[in-house]
């Protein structure tokens, strides 16, 4: 069975940091990229971050010098550190690959 599974979203305030962790399911996972996006309230999903299997990341400008993303390829799980969180970063939080989706996990940030 393939699936992909987020932890560790919850409220924080502004300032703050939250970490992100998405397990995945299946060895398709091991062979491709995976990459976080984020959907605000009334908004269109937007992608986050992106950590392909040979090294190479991407971040949304938004997020570049605050959020970090990072892979255990043996573990199947890839991580989003989020530092000096602003009230713009609520929303839920999505891991991705392929076709595949999370369930998403929700970020709050106070001000």
């Known amino acids: 069975q393939v699936y992909l599974t987020e932890s560790g979203g919850g409220l924080v305030q502004a300032g703050g940091s939250l970490r992100l962790s998405c397990q995945a399911s299946?060895?398709?996972?091991?062979?491709?990229?995976m990459a976080w996006y984020r959907q605000a309230p009334g908004q269109a999903r937007e992608f986050v971050a992106q950590?392909?299997?040979?090294?190479?990341?991407a971040y949304a400008d938004s997020v570049k010098g605050r959020f970090s993303i990072s892979r255990d390829i043996d573990a199947n799980t890839v991580d989003l550190q989020m530092n000096d969180l602003k009230p713009e970063d609520t929303g839920v939080y999505y891991c991705?690959?392929?076709?595949?989706w999370g369930q998403g996990t929700q970020v709050t940030v106070s001000s």
């Open positions: 299946g060895s398709i996972f091991r062979r491709n990229y």
């Open positions: 991705q690959s392929l076709n595949y």
């Open positions: 950590k392909n299997i040979g090294g190479a990341f």
